[in-house]
Structure formats: C-alpha cells, structure tokens
C-alpha cells in the first residue's frame, strides 16, 4: 500500500502495479480497491499499464476530510495524476464512471477517458431516484441508521424491489457495506440529477476529450443513459458487451480497455 496527500490533507490510499502508460481506476458506490471487481481489474491491465487502484475518501486505508464536496474527489484524482507522472489514463465504473468523467473535465493532465455503466435514469424505464435522496442518506448516518441508510441505498437508487428490503440485512455482504455507509451520500452527490428522469447536463457537451462509454447487455436501463451519454459528448463511442450485468468480468473489460488505452 502507497499513500499520497490530497490538497485538503486527507491521505489517499493506493496500489501501483505493473509499468506503462499510467491509468487510475475510480471504483463505484460503496466499493474499496482490495475488492474483486477492482483488484481483479487492476492484476489484468498491468501487463500493459501502471494501474493506480484506490480507496476513494473515507473508505479503506483512505482517511476522510469534512465537509465533503464533488470537487474534494476530483483534488484527490489529480494528486494520484501528479504521482504517477503528470499524465494519466482514467477509468470509473458506476458512479465511480461519473466522478471520473468531473475528473476529466476539469484536469486536461487526464488524456483518455473510459466509463463502464454511469447509472444515469433518462427516461421512464424505471422509477427516477426520490428528489431528497441525499438528505435522507445524510439523515440516516446522522442519527447512527446506518444500516438504514445502506436498504435505502439498494431500494432508491440501486433499484432493488421494496419486498426484498427486508432480507438485505442477512446477506453476507451487508456488514461491509454498512461500515461505508457514510461514503453512500458522497456518490449521490457525485451523480447530481442524473438519476431524476430528465436530459443529462447540457454543459458535458463541451467536454471534447477521448471517452469510451460500455454497458453490459443484462442491464437494459442503463443502455438508454449510456447512449444518451455518448451522444452528447463530441469525441465518446459507446459499445455494449453482451452476457454483461453491473458487476462487469474483469475477464471481459480488460481485454476492451486495453484496446482503447493503447490505440
């Protein structure tokens, strides 16, 4: 484990592996770097690149600094760029694809862009995220709900049905994804209004940088986001790996993000 010292103070944790092109891999909601998905992702693109996998703020070995801003995560991006030379590639899944893509606007040392299934609701093909979900996730930690705040996490925005709420809390993974419960509002900000239904913000038009845009073939709802997005970017192609669901193989993608970051 390495550390770097974000512009706030808080210390940022990481692992680096394997040597080329640098790339920084930006995990979703309620994810750490030694989890599969990420871990996993990292061991199989760092034959060609030096990967930067780490703990978003206030997860992992990753401290946290108050009040939390967008702007915060984006300062913490652009430190991991200057450690690993003033350049880098970027990844994010999930909401991670979201923050990656703020990263992207506002730190031109961030050459290429890839995104694998932002969450975005542009349409009525499932219910918009409630106009208070962050307030409420804030309510909830506050008053040591945490639990709570996780099946509220899973039902509001994650869309699973209100009748498997209550099995939730037996799951094996739901005690760690509990002890992040206060990072859940972090990605809710980060998402902004994209989960409301409506058109995504007319000001990511400008942003002219080189992005990929994935989706798997299992999570039809997010298709129409993904092509939405990709329609409003001016330099995005957008592609759709079938038998995929949200939980991305890191069998399947690395082979697609090798493709982009080397071409």
Known sequence: MKQVTSADGTMIAFDRAGQGPPVILVAGATAK???????????RLAGRFTTYNYDRRGRGDSTDTQPYTVEREVEDIAALTAEAGGTAYIYGISSGAVLALEAARRLPTLTKLAMYEP????????????????????????EGRRGDAVVYFMTAAVGIPAEFAAGLREQPFFPAVEALAHTIAYDGRVMGDTMDGGPLPAEWAGFAGSTLVVDGGNTPWIN?????????????????????????????????LIDYFTA
């Not at 969450?119 to 506050?142: G, H, N």
């Not at 993904?226 to 079938?242: D, F, K, Q, W």
Request: net charge negative; hydrophobic share 40%.
């Open 119 to 142: 969450p975005f609701i542009v349409d009525d093909s499932r219910p918009p995220r409630p106009r208070d979900y962050v307030e409420q996730l804030d309510t909830m930690v506050t």
């Open 224 to 256: 129409a986001g993904a092509v939405a997005l990709a329609g409003l970017l001016p330099n995005a192609r957008h592609i759709t790996l079938g038998g995929q669901d949200h939980n991305v193989d890191p069998d399947v993608i690395a082979p697609v």
């Open 33 to 43: 770097r030694a989890d599969p998905g990420n871990s996993d992702l990292a061991e």
